[in-house]
């Protein structure tokens, strides 16, 4: 049986601190907290915890030209940091507004990460699901999970969600903001684990969370960096900012995205395994261009396909396309190539490509 601890960093989360971590102790993963010099009682909510699933609770602070700021750098290197100390198999990167879960029916999170473990991955990667609230949403204070049950779809800048690792000393939290781990050999599991996210809980709280506690204290540094650009736009936090529209979100179902995790991992493996697949890209243009041919395409023409696909890819890695000029057979083959491509390269640790094939439309 593997050993796990979620590593959290909190600032003033003192409303849902405490659900989120039973709910990772209940699931057999310890946490370490890491208060970020909460000014709302968030780690005394969670004192009465340390030794009893609780590993430590640590206070830090950061400071840029003499002002006190969020540096979510500082954060993540700390991260790295515990997670070499700590002495646990397995490790997530975790917020205090979350909640996660395997994707199996009856099996814990740490039962799932010893799944992961025994098939040979050093990843997990998540499935991203933000809560919203409505003008109708009464958050219960002891169940934020039970309470918020419509969700959005995930944000561009958020599709990468690889967050769980197996412990390695040379693991690197940082260099991509935290939405991906990185490791030597990395092995992403093929089915992605849940992500259930609760940014905002109320009205009042978004506009402190957004306003105080997010914009006014941003290090100048990861904001000279594109970070933390999700806020620019708001002056002031309004109703229609934090309340959305119902016909706009997609009722939870456990059941059905455990089953939709899947169907969408059996298309990765099918790929790995498949037609000669390998888990890497040796091999892989000769491979399609043989592929395509049997399908009548011409060499040339093959080659051709595999070459734009490859372009289309790098493409993906960085920004939205426009739609793509193509003959009708040619965007049919450039989405089988990239997409092939796309799951060749989730298991080596690279699920971004995959998570962005929606963005791919031919004229």
């Not at 950061?62 to 979510?72: A, L, M, N, P, S």
């Not at 002891?142 to 049950?149: G, I, N, R, Y």
Request: glycine share 8%; net charge negative; charged share 25%.
């Amino acid at each position: 049986m593997k050993t796990a601890c979620a590593i959290m960093a909190v600032y003033n989360e003192a409303d849902v601190v405490r659900e989120a971590v039973c709910k990772l102790i209940a699931q057999g993963v310890d946490v370490h907290l890491i208060d970020n010099a909460s000014t709302d009682g968030t780690a005394e909510r969670v004192a009465d915890l340390v030794g009893r699933g609780v590993t430590d609770i640590e206070t830090v602070r950061f400071f840029e030209d003499g002002r006190e700021v969020y540096d979510w750098t500082a954060l993540l290197k700390l991260k790295e940091t515990r997670s070499r100390t700590l002495g646990h198999d397995w490790f997530l990167h975790v917020d205090a507004d979350e909640i996660r879960h395997a994707p199996w029916p009856g099996l814990s999170l740490r039962e799932g990460l010893d799944r992961v473990d025994a098939a040979g991955y050093n990843l997990v990667n998540f499935k991203l699901f933000n809560f919203r609230l409505t003008a109708d949403t009464v958050v219960d204070p002891a169940d934020f999970e039970a309470s918020m049950t419509l969700y959005s779809g995930t944000e561009r800048f958020n599709q990468r969600q690889v967050k769980a690792w197996k412990g390695h000393p040379e693991v690197d939290i940082a260099s991509l903001g935290g939405h991906h781990i990185r490791v030597p050999g990395a092995r992403v599991f093929p089915t992605r684990f849940i992500h259930k996210h609760y940014p905002v809980r109320s009205l009042e709280h978004g506009r402190r969370k957004i306003l105080a506690e997010r914009k006014a204290r941003f290090s100048k540094a990861e904001k000279a960096r594109g970070w933390h650009v999700q806020y620019d736009h708001l002056a002031d936090i309004d109703p229609a900012a934090v309340y959305w529209d119902p016909a706009q979100l997609t009722a939870f179902d456990m059941d059905r995205e455990r089953q939709a995790l899947f169907i969408e991992s059996s298309s990765v493996l099918a790929e790995a395994f498949g037609d000669g697949g390998v888990l890497d890209e040796a091999g892989f243009g000769a491979r399609w261009s043989e592929r395509l041919q049997r399908d009548g395409v011409e060499a040339a023409h093959a080659a051709q396909l595999v070459g734009v696909a490859g372009r289309i890819a790098q493409l993906l890695a960085q920004q939205e396309l426009p739609p793509i000029a193509a003959a009708p057979e040619d965007g049919r083959a450039l989405r089988s190539i990239v997409g092939s491509l796309a799951r060749t390269r989730y298991l080596q640790g690279d699920p971004l490509l995959y998570g962005r094939l929606p963005l791919l439309r031919f004229r």
